[in-house]
Each structure stands twice: as structure tokens, then as C-alpha cells.
Nanobody
Framework: QVQLVESGGGLVQAGGSLRLSCATSGLTFSRYAMGWFRQAPGKEREFVAVIFPNGGITTYADPVKGRFTSLRDSAKSTVFLQMNSLKPEDTAVYYC????????????????WGQGTQVTVSS
């Protein structure tokens, strides 16, 4: 059974930092690209970042470039999202996802999803 479990969300002031974790089990972690998405109330789920299995190449959405960094720890089958210089507009539920095919910015590309973790940034 595949499981993705996010943690690390919380309440932070604008300008602060949080580090999200996504621990995986039941899948061959080294094969999967790991994506991060977020969903704010009343909005569609949107792409944040993806980290690929070979060499850890990353791609980020424009709103988070230069502020967010995704890393993967193959030994722990875990992916991280380091979020710095947080803004109130970053407030959302953040999800990690695992996928094998191309189309990394698209929700339906991903095969497995975590339950999400709430990030709230106060002004």
C-alpha cells in the first residue's frame, strides 16, 4: 500500500519560514518524480514544485521561485519543501504527490497523493 504523509505545516508570520516533509512508503521512491501542489480556499489546486528522481532536478512555479526549494532524501524516501520569505498569499493546504509520467504541472499526472498539511501565513 502506497502512502504519502506530509508534515511540517503551521502558522507563521509573513517573512518567516517553514519546512514541509513528505514521507513515502510502498513505492520505489527512486523512480518517481515528487510534486508539490497547494490549494487555497475557493481555488483550484495549483502546481508549486517538482523534483525529479535523477540528479534531483527541480522546477518551480513562478510565484515561489527563489523562495521555495525542494529536496529529496533517497535513503529516507522523503521529499522536503523548504519555504522561505513566506507571504500571506502562500496560505493554502499543501500536498505532495508522486508520478511517473510527464506533465508535471498537471494534477492528473500524479498517481499518489498525501493528505495535505495546512500552511497559514499571517500579515
Amino acid at each position: 500500500q502506497v502512502q504519502l504523509v506530509e508534515s511540517g505545516g503551521g502558522l507563521v508570520q509573513a517573512g518567516g519560514s517553514l519546512r514541509l516533509s513528505c514521507a513515502t512508503s510502498g513505492l520505489t521512491f527512486s523512480r518517481y518524480a515528487m510534486g508539490w501542489f497547494r490549494q487555497a480556499p475557493g481555488k483550484e489546486r495549483e502546481f508549486v514544485a517538482v523534483i525529479f528522481p535523477n540528479g534531483g532536478i527541480t522546477t518551480y512555479a513562478d510565484p515561489v521561485k527563489g523562495r521555495f526549494t525542494s529536496l529529496r532524501d533517497s535513503a529516507k524516501s522523503t521529499v522536503f519543501l523548504q519555504m522561505n520569505s513566506l507571504k500571506p498569499e502562500d496560505t493554502a493546504v499543501y500536498y505532495c504527490a508522486a508520478g511517473l509520467t510527464t506533465g508535471w504541472r498537471v494534477v492528473r499526472t500524479y498517481d499518489y497523493w498525501g493528505q495535505g498539511t495546512q500552511v497559514t501565513v499571517s500579515s
